[in-house]
């Protein structure tokens, strides 16, 4: 357990296998919670960076999986403060129970292996606690300065990604990717259709900073890391086969470019 400074008003609390994040105003905001019993090592970190656990207001879930919203039901009792996530999972916080996909879809054999050894067979089960705020995509919160909520369907149905913007943008892509292997696919996907279309979506914000579920923080350049890795449709300059406004001609070794006629 160890806790990083990513900005001057955002901490990373490293929880084991999962990140929680930490964002500082005259109040108190975490992003996800941690598996269930995280709560005397969150409650510990705050008290290291100075504040206390009484100034915890706000508690952001990205999504229900029991390694970010494992925590909240007892955070949320011991500092009173809000839980806000997606209505598309608000059902599984409440319920305490988050099935588990029913065909999930691997990038990679190393990906299915973790999730066969790891989660596959975990009973999915979180203390439950009701959900005060469902926030959706395009949501703005005066938190930190303003935040910014992005609906990002895949990983799972309501996850939600956040965008802070600062001296230094810093987007929280929850697990919409990881950065356990370098910059990569999260280990499963519900949907990876969307999954994709989400990475793209994300791909088009401006933010230097990337912080994960899982792995560490990409502390610079971080956009252009993901249009690198996810954007599917680069506007590259086409190639000449490609390109089809100007007719090639070739003859005897003269190559010539003609514009085509217009048609009327
Ligand atoms: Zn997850
Ligand atoms: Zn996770």
Redesign the pocket.
């Known amino acids: 357990m160890s806790i990083r400074r990513i900005t001057e008003n955002v901490y990373e609390l490293q929880l084991g ?2 990140n929680a994040f930490l964002l500082e105003d005259e109040k108190l905001t975490l992003i ?1 919670t941690g598996v269930p019993d995280s709560t005397g090592q969150i409650i510990e970190m705050i008290r290291e960076v100075g504040r206390q656990p009484e100034e915890l207001k706000h508690i952001l879930l ?2 229900s ?1 029991p ?2 919203a494992g925590s909240a039901a007892q955070l949320k009792m011991i500092t009173g403060a809000k839980v806000y996530m997606h209505a598309a999972e608000k059902m599984n916080l409440e319920k305490g129970f988050v099935a588990k996909p029913p065909v999930p879809y691997f990038t990679s054999l190393a990906n299915k292996l973790m999730y066969n050894l790891f989660i596959k067979n975990a009973p999915g089960l979180i203390p439950s606690a009701k959900a005060d705020v469902l926030l959706q995509d395009g949501d703005w919160l005066p938190i930190a300065g303003g935040l910014h909520a992005i609906h990002i369907p895949g ?1 799972s149905a309501g996850q939600l990604a956040f965008f802070l913007p600062g001296r230094k943008n810093v987007l929280f892509a ?2 919409a990717a ?1 950065n356990l292997f370098g910059l990569g696919y ?2 499963f996907y519900e949907n990876f259709t969307e999954a994709e279309r989400s990475l793209e979506r994300l791909s088009t914000f401006d933010f230097d900073i990337a912080c994960f ?2 792995g560490k923080s990409i502390m610079r350049g971080a956009s252009e890391r993901f249009r690198n890795k996810f954007l599917k449709h680069k506007h590259k300059a086409p190639t000449v086969k490609e390109a089809r406004p100007y007719l090639v001609v070739e003859k005897d070794a003269i190559v010539r470019i003609q514009e085509p006629e217009e048609k009327n």
């Open positions: 296998k999962v996800d990205t999504h999986h390694d970010h990983h929850a697990d990881d999260s280990c579920g899982h």
